[in-house]
């Protein structure tokens, strides 16, 4: 985590910029009624931003958010939106005087003063002063734009074009015609291109059909720049422009008087302040919690809503509309909710990779090996809760790897390798997943070794170790009890096994794989969900029970007749587009009461490197979830994740897809 | 019922709403005379079949209505599945099989199967909360100390008891929640 | 012999493009035609003669009332029915893509046998 730098710097740094920021206001004051000064504007507009800066990378969130309002004025002073008055600039002086007090507040270490009230207000005020009235939303048909171009755009797409209209930015109608046979990779061009200057809200293809080979397109575009740029940019591509509306200034509403309290007088002390709040992670749980019953209730109005719309008895349809209307209102917040509390789960894993890298440093020197420690992607996020169990099984696979990975230099010397040897600790994004390997160049892993240990210990027949194959053989290094390491070291004998890793991870619903050449090294890959706190889920029926199946390790779903299943060693398999995959019925593996069916609905889990189709009877939808552990009397039960509720307040079972996938496609260790 | 109020219907009906709203009446209750020898223990007495077992009232965490009970795939016979209680998710035993009792395990899945009588007992325990269904709960019952004998030795039950206990004529089993749910 | 009415559906989620494409094979015994995106639509509508056309409305190219607009105006393909099978439920976007002549509005989860019964019956199977 970062370390907070002391209050003293701060406060002596940011008075500074607003000392200089005084000055230039100063003059600004002076010449009232004039035209400002572009230049002092511009240095007025460059100290709200670095001020902005620095505050809200020390955490100060109140003068940040009042120097970013400040410096969105300035901005759109700057660029001539709106004009230099006075309301405007008394509003940019009392921002220095509330400034002022706001920094005498956090050098004392206070967080609650006159100060703080004043700095909402006037922060509110100055949005008013240079936003567009709120209370006349500009009528998007009387801007030129055709209605036919209306009706087709989304909610999302229509609330761009406010935005832009809000900001006064032009709008133009570009046409343009294509091949049928080439025009998508035209209108990617088109848009790559129209990017710098303008934000395409809308590709409308036209509908009148000009001839067969030829598609004409029109684009409805924001431009920021002068239409003479749009014009140069789409000339390339053959198109066209039309003005729709031209850009517009907001006018300034009339200026409403700010309360003016006497401000306190600065006093600078030196104790330490924050504005960043720590949280115990369990209380953001909770908090998930809490917003995972709301969306419960959510789905409930929602089917509410819509069933006293079509019931239409019993309920005025004005109440039914604004039943509708405030469900929708609901549900928007609640993910911008859900969103940000999954945003403020998020940490880097550069956290958990810090502390592993001064681990393995003291390490290595207690090793006497010589080794090069390299750690990428520590800016990949992830949960909070996934990064802090991390921790454990990642600095046993590092130890490991220094331990038994990495050979002595002398042999790696003799055996052609440079003496120093290197691991590597790297995280990546992959969609859904955040995989993370831990790699070396050392000896890699001794199949015979393994072979012969699996065996002594009687976990496998020779005859079976015999006909295993490599990766599968590998998989054996995960059993409880299994070390081929005949001599233990003072590094990793700490009696914890691969096993313990896998088990850890698997709580993470995390899957491991190893990648082992002989004589190239080893490499631990990790592949972890993003977050356990709200994931999607696929509702599934099998024998009448309802299970909820993570969507992040759903690939797709196929529907398979039974003739089509194959059997492979007493295993049915599926054929998914030439890939044979282990096939099971959900309600098989549950020892549910089995049905025949004309037509088995295959979820196609996969994880890493495995597949797994899992049939069940019906695909009940997909939902978001918020998935509650199962009881710890309940951890010896396998292949289940944790419960939740549909909406219905019953449990519904959720599948843990990683522990599956183990179960089936994993070789049993038995004899 | 119209569409409409079926659909209130579902809105309003609350499966998890406890049968009892608290235990607070019983702080409130009026205290027996003191015997000026021992105090009595409070214990909730329910019924399990034609038996009538208690456990101390301090374990007891709640008494709920049977809601519907989600069955989990290869877990113990002993667990009828996992309950929603207001959002957590809790594990429900059936007891009977170990206590050797008639009625034994039956399947139960829903509100409609269980008699109107029958209560979950929620028990606060050390390796997490838990249900146990009960045929009816008949209430708080103040035992004496020093009327409590150690269950009868013999008996495949024996492990799960802490003792029996009478009152008048009636006679209480004591039951170790602890090791009934292990 | 009755030539086998074709489908098309425009969606970009990998599962729920299977999904849809194995119920309809399945359970209504037509053919599946399933394009990613928008573009991939307006590419291959000239080639087939589609009984019916599936729309997802939030695509990474063009949207799926922008295409319920070309279909509808276009003289070749405006009395193909169009269903929009969305997760989408904001009324404008329903109400505007009914407007536009889309026959269903199909919000996510579904059920697929019950969409299949939809199909048929805007099919006359």
Known sequence: MTERRPVAEFVAEATEIVEGLSRELLGLDERRGEEPDPERLNAIFRAAHSLKGLASLFGHDRIARLAHVLEDALDALRLGKVAADDALIDAFIDGVDVLSGLLAMASRGETDGPAAERALALAQHIETLVAPAPEKPPALHELGVDKAVLNVLTEYEEHRLRENVKKGVALYMVRAVFSLEDFDQKLTALNAALKPLAEVVSTLPSAQASDEARIAFDLLVACRQPAADLEAVIRPFGATHALLSASVAPRPSAPVPVPVTAGPTAEVSLKSLSQTVRVDIARLDRLMAAVGDLLLTRTNIKRFAEGARAAGGGLHPMWAQELSREARALERKLDDLQKGILEVRMVPLGQVFDRLARLVRRLLRESGKEIDFEISGGDVELDKLIVEELSDPLMHLLRNAIDHGIEAPDKRASKGKPRRGRIRLRAANSGNHVVIEVGDDGAGMDDDRIRDEAVSRGLLTTKKAADLQRTDLLNLVFLPGFSTRRQVSELSGRGVGLDVVKTNLGRLSGLIDIVSERGQGTTFVLTLPLTLAIIRALVVQSAGRTYAVPMSSVLEIVAVRPSELRTVEHRQMLSVRGQTVPFVRLSQLFKLPETPVDLHYVVLVGLAQHRLGIAVDHLLGQQDVVTKPLSARLRDVPGLAGATDLGDRRAVLVLDVPALVSEIVRPQASP | MSTFEQLIDQFLYRPDEPGLPSLQWLADAPRPESTGVEAPQEFLAFSLTDETYAVPIATVREIVKVPVITEVPRAPKELLGVMNLRGEVLPVYDVRARLLLAGGVQPITGPGDVPAQARIVLVKSESGDAGIITDGVEGVVRLLPSLTEPPPPGGTEKPFLAGLSRRGERLYILLDVEKVLE | ?125
């Not at chain 3, 489908?7 to 053919?31: I, M, N, P, Y």
């Not at chain 3, 003289?75 to 109400?95: A, I, M, N, S």
């Not at chain 3, 269903?104 to 969409?115: D, G, N, R, W």
Request: charged share 25%; aromatic share 6%.
């Open chain 3, 1 to 125: 012999m009755p030539e086998t009415l074709k489908v098309l559906v425009v969606e970009d989620s990998k599962a729920t493009r299977e999904l849809l494409a194995s119920a309809l094979q399945a359970l209504a015994g037509l053919e599946v035609v399933t394009v990613v995106s928008g573009f991939e639509a307006l590419k291959v509508l000239p080639r087939h003669r589609f009984a019916l056309i599936i729309t997802d409305i939030n695509m990474p190219d063009i949207n799926g009332l922008e295409l319920i607009n070309f279909v509808k105006k276009n003289p070749h393909y405006k009395d193909t029915p169009l269903f929009v099978v969305t997760t989408e439920g904001r009324t404008q976007d329903r109400e505007r893509g009914l407007q536009l002549g889309a026959s269903e509005y199909v919000i996510k989860p579904f059920e697929p046998p019950a969409l299949v019964e939809l199909v048929k019956k805007h099919l006359k199977l």
